[in-house]
């Protein structure tokens, strides 16, 4: 059993004792020992917690103890507090601070589960950016194609899922990243609605829009661990009171009853991206086009909180320690903290009324699907990129099919295409109604059962 097996397949050999919790992660450390030069997927490895942890596991098996996610291997974007380790959150200031004294809330909860985390994976420098090329810890390579991006703020996670040295992994979405990430790298993700999943522990990127999820390798994983991230936590002020709302057993109901829409207008797409959501709409047979309404002014707005929430946030270290910073991640930041109080105020109001605008189109549709990104994954260092007969610039471009959705506060499963003769991947957005993640994870199931999305361990890693 090895980490490129799913987390079913290994919760399944773990519990039924046809090999042990310290075997798979023996096998799954030595994997990114070999993996993580090649795709700087890592940041930090727990090479003597993940073990012990492994240890008692195993020891809660024999015990008789039921464990959903028994043995299983997962990573974390290095925004999550791991216990004994400093929260980099990409960047070079972080690294200097005080270690953690605690894990964050869905690390304790996914070990409470038995899964087992190996350790934290690069990211851009404070989430604010949408390309993995970290100036501090170095770019993450993209495992499908190593002179590519992986992708979004958590790209080093996408990588690491990817790769085969984890089947599973958390990270935080904002304005896309996590979609993004999941997008380019070619792996399934979900973005549960504003308020599901605590964010206790996790370096914020822009409270206001923030959304810890999961990536994994199959829609099965993802629900697993999905599931087992669930429950109310008081301590985050975002958080809703709702009861646990589990998907494991309702996947298999696919697109049965749902009415599905496809997003048109500035969600049409160009080239590839075009004829993906052409081909998604032959295998669902849906026929129904939406206009999402008002979508760059919703896309603005987004932009706009993102740097004001993140300005305030870095304030101090904006003016104390400016050439710690990268570069574009100072320009950003800088930006942000010069916007008018009107303008915010302005985009505060637009988020509300868009977001009756879509409850609006949900009472007539329960899954809208919409490209995740308007670009397969650029070359690393890639300043632009042709999308259709329009140059355009890659950071500032990645988020723009992502963001209005993050205003929204919507449930949103990322799900990766594999078109015929091309070995990166694109993506699609499966956006529901308000704590309605099962719709869109029965939607990727739905995708994943007609053979056109699959998230398979990338060529040159899976054969080790």
């Known amino acids: 059993m090895k980490s490129t097996d799913g987390a079913a397949a290994i919760v399944n050999a773990v519990a039924t004792a046809q090999t042990s919790a310290r075997s798979v992660m023996v096998e799954t450390l030595a994997r990114i020992e070999v993996n993580t030069g090649r ?59 005080l270690a953690a004294t605690a894990d964050a809330a869905l690390v304790t909860r996914l070990e409470a589960a038995g899964a087992i985390c190996v350790g934290a994976a690069n990211m851009d420098e404070f989430g604010l950016g949408h390309t993995g090329e970290n100036p501090h810890d170095g770019a993450v390579h993209n495992p499908h194609e190593l002179a590519a991006i992986a992708g979004g703020a958590p790209a080093g996670l996408a990588a690491a899922i990817a790769g085969g040295m984890v089947p599973v992994g958390l990270g935080l979405d904002s304005d896309g990243g996590l979609r993004i990430a999941a997008s380019l790298s070619g792996v399934f993700a979900i973005k549960p609605t504003y308020g599901r999943l605590s964010r206790v522990g996790v370096f914020p990127v822009a409270p206001g829009l923030d959304g810890a999820g999961v990536m994994a390798r199959s829609v099965e994983d993802l629900t697993l661990a999905y599931d087992a991230a669930q429950g109310v936590d008081v301590a985050d002020p975002a958080m809703v009171k709702r009861p646990l709302e589990p998907v494991s057993g309702r996947l298999e109901r696919g697109s049965a009853g749902l009415r599905i ?93 868009f977001h009756e605008q879509m409850l609006a189109l949900f009472s007539t549709i329960d899954v809208i699907l919409a490209p995740a990104t308007p670009m397969r994954a650029p070359r690393l260092g890639q ?68 053979g056109l999305a699959k998230a398979p361990v990338a060529r040159g890693f899976a054969e080790e």
């Open 39 to 97: 795709t700087g997927a890592f940041t930090d490895v727990l090479k003597e917690r993940a073990p012990a942890t492994a240890d008692g596991v195993d020891a809660d098996l024999k015990a008789g103890k039921k464990l959903p996610l028994a043995g299983v291997p997962f990573a974390v974007a290095n925004a999550f507090d791991l216990k004994g380790i400093a929260t980099r959150a990409g960047s070079k200031i972080g690294r200097e601070g």
């Open 261 to 353: 829409a496809i997003a048109d207008g500035d969600f049409a797409g160009a080239g590839d991206v075009r004829q993906m959501m052409d081909e998604i709409g032959k295998r669902l047979e849906v026929m129904r086009r939406v206009t999402i309404p008002h979508a760059q002014a919703a896309l603005a707005a987004a932009h706009l909180m993102v740097m004001a929430e993140a300005a305030s946030l870095h304030a101090e270290r904006l003016r104390t320690r400016p050439a710690d910073f990268d570069p574009a991640v100072f320009d950003r930041l800088a930006a942000g903290s010069l916007l008018p109080a009107q303008w915010i105020e302005r985009a505060q109001r637009f988020r509300r009324m």
């Open 383 to 450: 300043k632009s990129a042709r999308v259709g007969t329009i140059e355009v610039p890659v950071r500032q471009s990645l988020n723009s099919y992502t963001a209005a959705f993050s205003l929204s506060g919507l449930p949103v499963a990322a799900v990766p295409i594999a078109m015929e003769g091309q070995r990166l991947p694109l993506g699609v957005q499966a956006i529901a109604a308000p704590w309605r993640e099962d719709f869109a994870l029965r939607i990727a199931r739905e995708l994943e059962k007609t």
